[in-house]
């Protein structure tokens, strides 16, 4: 089955910094790879997708990446806040397949 | 708000006994998850129900169980509870069609064994 690496575990940085978590995926059938952002005592929430046709996708101060060949996609957090402080999660999933297998999560601390 | 409704939010038993979690996916969506969060276990894939029937299965114990009404609610029950079982359970629902895989999550219920 699908396995996904996420790096890293823990990743702190000051107020306006930007933030990168790459995740990796095993199986190259994956054609959806959805982020999540969860926000503590609350569940996963959707903030970006890519499709595997598209190369990079972006919205407000969040961009997403994907290298098919290389079987890596990279969630980007630009002028970083606060509030932006939470867990984000990357997954993948096969058309056809609705089950997406999620990365063990990377916790953003953002300083002010 | 995802508009997906889990109740209880708390939850706390005994070893050896059984619980009802409860489920109300997003208007017009007729698929259901259900995932469990542990600290080393990251979010696992329980269980899947599509519009009343099982979909797909993940790594879901025997003595767990779920169903999905003809209204689309959905109920996961645990049985024989162990100490191990003690995480958050969260539920998720998607409209089901190949082109719309988004998923929406409720917030979760936190399960205690003691």
């Known amino acids: 089955g699908e396995n996904v690496e996420q790096h890293p575990s823990t990743l702190s940085v000051q107020e306006g910094d930007s933030a990168v978590i790459k995740c990796t995926y095993s199986d190259s059938a994956s054609n959806y790879f959805p982020w999540y952002k969860q926000e503590l005592g609350k569940g996963p929430q959707l903030i970006i997708d890519?499709?595997?046709?598209?190369g990079e996708k972006k919205d407000q101060r969040i961009a997403v990446t994907l290298n098919k060949t290389a079987k890596h996609f990279s969630l980007h957090i630009t002028e970083t806040q606060p509030e932006d402080s939470a867990v984000y999660f990357c997954?993948?999933?096969?058309?056809?397949?609705?089950?997406?297998?999620f990365g063990r999560g990377t916790s953003l601390i953002v300083h002010p | 708000d995802s508009g997906v409704t889990q109740t209880p939010k708390h939850l706390i038993t005994a070893t050896g006994q059984r619980v009802t979690l409860r489920c109300s996916p997003r208007?017009?969506?007729?698929?259901v998850y259900w995932y469990q969060q542990s600290l080393d276990q990251g979010l696992q894939f329980l269980i899947q129900?599509?519009?009343?029937?099982?979909?797909a299965k993940g790594n879901i114990l025997e003595r767990f169980s779920a169903q999905q009404f003809p209204d689309l609610h959905s109920e996961l029950n645990l049985s024989s509870l162990e100490l191990g079982d003690s995480a958050l359970y969260f539920c998720?629902?998607?409209?089901?069609?190949?082109?719309?895989?988004?998923?929406?999550f409720g917030s979760g219920t936190q399960l205690s064994v003691l």
């Open positions: 890519i499709r595997s046709n598209v």
């Open positions: 997954a993948a999933s096969k058309g056809g397949s609705y089950i997406p297998t």
């Open positions: 129900y599509y519009n009343g029937e099982e979909r």
């Open positions: 998720a629902s998607s409209a089901g069609q190949p082109t719309n895989e988004k998923l929406f």
């Open positions: 208007s017009g969506d007729l698929s």
